[in-house]
């Protein structure tokens, strides 16, 4: 089987377990259209990402999220940046990644979205980069998110680069996208998300578990949160 039947084998056994909402997702996202709001939410979610099961984000990333206003706006967090903190570890105990999220929050507040978003489009894994707690994975990990064509070298992708015989993760991706005319940031999901489908699920949080997030959210926060 060459990578791009492979690749084909595994969009088709994708969208038969449901993922063509996500395949589609990646496929429409621009980095011209990206907002304030859209960058620290795709921020969060690589930062949180980064050395965790993605499932295990995921079921926690809504709470995370009401933490962080919603990601509304760097300003409210940096002004808040105590309280979100104190209010996210109730659902995730690491206080390194939320304080990595204000950092960034207070980077982009400082400089403004707007400069900061153009120094992105000029170089993007470059100014990504500048941000905490974002090194040379996880930046090509936010900017493929964010729409730009990258494929990010994870275990999974690193694993079929050496199965196939490639050099690089971004030549097997770039070669597949040639021949299929998919982009290179949706070559790479598909192919990490029929990896990651093959790995043991964690598991879900009880009710019991549930209620507590729900009150210390509230406690802390004043925010009723639905989970």
Known sequence: ?????????????????????????????????????????????????????????????????????????SIDIVDNQEKCVCAAMQGLANERKHNAIVGVAEHIASHSFENFWECVLESPQEAIQSLPYLGPVTSIHLAKNLGFAMAKPDRHLVQLRDRFGYGGVDDMCQEIASETGHSIQVVDLVLWRYMERREPTPRSL??????????????????????
Request: aromatic letters at 16%; a negative charge; charged letters at 25%.
């Open 1 to 73: 089987m060459t990578p791009t039947e492979y690749y084909l084998d595994a969009r088709n056994r994708l969208l038969d377990l449901g993922y063509a909402a996500e395949i589609e997702w990646q496929a429409h996202q621009c980095p011209s259209r990206v907002s304030e709001t859209e960058f620290l939410r795709e921020a969060a979610w690589v930062i949180y990402c980064s050395g965790f099961k993605e499932e295990v984000v995921r079921r926690r990333f809504d709470y995370l999220s009401l933490c962080f206003f919603d990601w509304a706006s």
């Open 206 to 227: 009880g009710e019991s578990e549930h209620s507590l997030l729900r009150a210390d959210i509230r406690w802390t926060t004043g925010y009723a949160l639905t989970l």
